[in-house]
Structure formats: C-alpha cells, structure tokens
Nanobody, 120 residues
Framework: QVQLVESGGGLVQAGGSLRLSCAAS????????MGWYRQAPGQQRELVAAISSGGSANYADSVKGRFTISRDNAKNTVHLQMNSLKPDDTAVYYC??????????????WGQGTQVTVSS
C-alpha cells in the first residue's frame, strides 16, 4: 500500500517560482524512481522530471535549466523547484512512484495531482 500526497501548487505570474512537494508513505522499495508528470487541458500527460533512488535525474527538454528535481530518501519525499515559469507550464502536476522489484516487475503509483497556473 502506497500513498502519494502532493502540495505546493498555486497561481503565479510568468517568471515566478513554485516548489512542489510529494510525500510518499507505505511500502517504498529500496530501488525506486519518483517523478513529476503534468497534464494540461486537452493534452496528454507528459514527463516533467524524475529522479531515481540513486539520485540520477532526467528532465523534459521544455523544463531543462528552469526546473530542478530533488529527493529526501529519509523522508520519502520528492521536490520540484520550478523557476522562470511560463504560461505553458500551466497544468495539473502529478507525482509518480515506480517501485522496482526486478527488471520485469515494477509497481506504479500516482498522486491525485496539484494545480499549477501561470498567468501572463
């Protein structure tokens, strides 16, 4: 049983910053990936950033240089620092956890999402 609770969304002006947080509780495997996806109205859900339990991070090209993902393994928490926000960043942001048992056995969990709105 895993629960993911997101926080930190809100309304900001273009050029502003927000910090999203996702706290995971329950059975968190030692090998895992936590990340953020987003879904804008009428769009498909897309990867924003992800970070492994070992600290390796990946970013969507659209946010490279503006967003930073980090994690606190002791707290099972992942953060997304979003700077230089643009109206195109407006979306519901979802936290995702992938628990890895083996190369052929993964478990995926999603948070409920937090709204980020960037005004012009």
């Amino acid at each position: 049983q895993v629960q993911l609770v997101e926080s930190g969304g809100g309304l900001v002006q273009a050029g502003g910053s927000l910090r999203l947080s996702c706290a995971a509780s329950g059975s968190i495997f030692s090998i895992n990936v936590m990340g953020w996806y987003r879904q804008a109205p009428g769009q498909q859900r897309e990867l924003v950033a992800a970070i492994s339990s070992g600290g390796s991070a990946n970013y969507a090209d659209s946010v490279k240089g503006r967003f930073t993902i980090s994690r606190d393994n002791a707290k099972n928490t992942v953060h997304l620092q979003m700077n230089s926000l643009k109206p195109d960043d407006t979306a519901v942001y979802y936290c995702k956890l992938t628990n890895t048992r083996s190369t052929t056995l993964n478990y995926i969990y999603w948070g409920q999402g937090t709204q980020v709105t960037v005004s012009s």
